[in-house]
């Protein structure tokens, strides 16, 4: 093997003095006491790299092999195998297509608003068709219609909820991540499959086998819930509370079913009046979601209701929303400006002892659209 050709000329920069040349047949200078090469110390891995140093000094050369390998050699070695695998940006920020990326609501809802959704859309029903005195009841006494000008936006509404979760896709992808780190406040991407979707209150390893009848309005709901900074305290309390280690409840799984509440209230018109007034369907869908969901929590702990509780609750959570929409949104406009004000939530402190847990994977979870109609025993009033 040829001498490793150059040598170091600037002296000032290497503190130990000049740096005698090394040959992959010589034996380079070793301590045996401190295992290190005292002669390269203070001397940059760039350098190292330049003169192929730290090859000849941890190869076999001529027979020569050490008796113990230093530290120091070893952790150098790993720095410089890592060399080649860093590769320069591009720019000064990646590309937003990246998954790595958070997705806001606003960009979500902007995806769906530019794809082609005509397929879905022909599935949806826009309002819940009445009959006889139903109909007449609802004429006589119901909410106004709905707005002209608001139909589009109310059929989009309905439309994403028909949409179901496509791996595929890195906009569904960043949501899904987008989510994941802002309740669990990991810096990480995560896998859109596994096991740690069970810790956030899926039933499963694959979200999308529990989206039925909210389809990915429920993933946009939940998005809209994590990334208003005005709900994200809200969202982290909830998430909390479903964790306590008795009051424990799917997370992810109640909140779609808090999705489902929303998507009958805006087709059985019971959020039309709202909308009416404030000109606009999603920001008030989006508010009763989010309403329902803060009063289902408050009732959740101070009624001290369990999992196996989950059926009744969700059912009278719903009768009282869609009786008095006004009410829930009234009463999250109070829990915004508390917490805007640092003053203490609705949901007070929640009490838990030992480390939080995730869900029993052995609980049953019931939800509006598995309990009986005709089931009213063991109901609380809400």
Same mark, same amino acid.
């Given at each position: 093997m040829n001498e490793i050709s150059g040598s170091f000329h600037n002296e000032k920069e290497?503190?130990?003095?000049?740096?005698?040349?090394?040959?992959?047949g010589n034996s380079p200078p070793y301590d045996k006491e401190n295992h290190v090469l005292p002669t390269f110390r203070g001397i940059p891995i760039s350098e190292l790299k330049n003169h192929s140093i730290l090859w000849a000094l941890t190869a076999e050369a001529?027979?020569?092999?050490p008796g113990v390998v230093s530290?120091?050699?070893? *952790?150098?070695?790993?720095?410089?195998?890592?060399?080649?695998?860093?590769?320069?940006?591009?720019?000064?920020?990646?590309?937003s297509d990246q998954p790595g990326q958070l997705i806001s609501f606003s960009e979500a809802l902007q995806h769906f608003q530019t794809v082609?959704?005509?397929?879905?859309?022909?599935?949806?029903?826009?309002?819940?068709?009445?009959?006889?005195?139903?109909?007449?009841?609802?004429?006589?006494?119901?909410?106004?219609?709905?707005?002209?000008?608001?139909?589009?936006?109310?059929?989009?509404?309905?439309?994403?909820?028909?949409?179901?979760?496509?791996?595929?896709?890195?906009?569904?992808?960043?949501?899904?991540?987008?989510?994941?780190?802002?309740?669990?406040?990991?810096?990480?991407?995560?896998?859109?499959?596994?096991?740690?979707?069970?810790?956030?209150?899926?039933?499963?390893?694959?979200?999308?086998?529990?989206?039925?009848?909210?389809?990915?309005?429920?993933?946009?709901?939940?998005?809209?819930?994590?990334?208003?900074?005005?709900?994200?305290?809200m969202a982290q309390e909830i998430f909390q509370l479903s964790r306590h280690h008795i009051q424990q409840f799917p997370f992810c799984l109640m909140s779609v079913n808090i999705t489902r509440i929303a998507i009958?209230?805006?087709?059985e018109e019971c959020l039309t009046r709202e909308c009416n007034r404030q000109q606009k369907v999603i920001p008030v869908v989006n508010s009763f979601y989010a309403a329902t969901f803060l009063r289902?929590?408050?009732?959740? *702990?101070?009624?001290?209701?369990?999992?196996?509780?989950?059926?009744?609750?969700?059912?009278?959570?719903?009768a009282l929303a869609k009786k008095n929409p006004r009410r829930l949104l009234k009463t999250l406009e109070i829990y915004l400006a508390r917490v805007s004000k640092?003053?203490?939530?609705?949901?007070?402190?929640?009490?838990?002892?030992?480390?939080?847990?995730?869900?029993?994977?052995?609980?049953?979870?019931?939800?509006?659209?598995?309990?009986s109609l005709h089931s009213s025993e063991g109901a609380w009033p809400i």
């Open positions: 290497l503190k130990d003095g000049p740096v005698e040349r090394v040959s992959a001529n027979g020569w092999e530290t120091e050699v070893l *952790r150098a070695q790993e720095e410089w195998e890592t060399v080649d695998s860093i590769q320069p940006e591009t720019g000064s920020r990646a590309s082609d959704l005509s397929s879905f859309k022909k599935r949806i029903q826009p309002t819940v068709r009445r009959t006889g005195l139903a109909a007449l009841r609802h004429l006589l006494f119901g909410p106004p219609k709905l707005h002209q000008g608001l139909h589009e936006e109310r059929d989009l509404v309905l439309t994403i909820a028909q949409c179901g979760l496509d791996s595929q896709d890195p906009v569904h992808g960043r949501i899904l991540q987008t989510i994941y780190k802002k309740l669990t406040g990991s810096k990480f991407d995560c896998a859109l499959h596994g096991d740690h979707w069970e810790d956030l209150g899926f039933q499963g390893a694959n979200p999308a086998t529990d989206l039925r009848g909210a389809g990915f309005l429920a993933l946009l709901h939940l998005l809209y819930l994590v990334m208003d900074s005005k709900t994200l305290l009958q209230a805006l087709r289902l929590a408050h009732v959740w *702990r101070t009624q001290q209701k369990t999992i196996s509780d989950s059926g009744f609750v969700l059912k009278d959570l719903e640092g003053q203490a939530s609705l949901l007070g402190t929640l009490k838990c002892y030992g480390p939080q847990t995730p869900h029993s994977k052995d609980l049953t979870f019931t939800g509006v659209c598995d309990l």
